[in-house]
């Protein structure tokens, strides 16, 4: 199995590791930046923390919540330097969001895609971080709310409370896009998939 081989010292197990999640972390950390450059640079840090740590994973959790909880402090850390760092005025996310959104009708179904992903970024970048963090893990990664407790250190009413909150606070933002698709408005959960490797 591959965790067991990777806390064994295996780098060819933690490399086959990377692989599988590495698009996921990508995902969480363009999702908690808003910022491409920014997430492969966090993805990276990421996996360097987690290969060296490996070898102290104990199966207490399973490898991907341990993971993500290493991508969630990896982030917030970047995020707490970038605000002591800048002193930049807000972005007017809202005046962005209805661009985008008002954009929509003239596009073909490949840049109405585009552009309804850049939207839901943008809805999700205007989210105070604690209410992006659960949000994103639960309704466009797929974690359950155990995990998510598990993950952000969080008491599970907390997870529920600011999942709710987080929602209610993004529904007036997304119903623009509502009358341009049905189901596939919804945030994408990435459920993830197959956890045979992960088991010690």
Request: charged share 30%.
């Amino acid at each position: 199995m591959l965790v067991a081989e990777a806390t064994a010292g295996s780098r060819e197990a933690f490399d086959e590791l990377v692989r599988r999640y590495q698009v996921r972390i990508y995902n969480l950390a363009r999702m908690l930046t808003g910022g491409d450059a920014e997430a492969e640079d966090l993805v990276q840090e990421t996996f360097v923390r987690a290969f060296r740590a490996v070898g102290g994973f104990r199966c207490e959790s399973s490898f991907h919540t341990w993971l993500y909880r290493i991508a969630v402090n990896v982030i917030k850390s970047h995020l707490e330097r970038q605000r002591r760092l800048e002193a930049m005025a807000p972005r007017a996310i809202e005046e962005s969001f209805t661009s985008a959104t008002e954009r929509l009708p003239s596009f073909d179904d490949l840049e109405i895609t585009v552009v309804r992903r850049q939207a839901i970024d943008r809805a999700l970048a205007s989210l105070p971080h604690d209410l992006r963090v659960v949000i994103t893990l639960r309704d466009v990664q797929g974690l359950d709310y155990r995990e998510i407790a598990t993950i952000t250190g969080l008491p599970m009413g907390t997870v529920e409370s600011r999942l709710f909150r987080a929602r209610q606070r993004l529904r007036p933002l997304l119903e623009p896009l509502m009358k341009y698709a049905s189901s596939s408005s919804r945030l994408p959960a990435a459920r993830l998939a197959d956890d045979r490797d992960e088991r010690c």
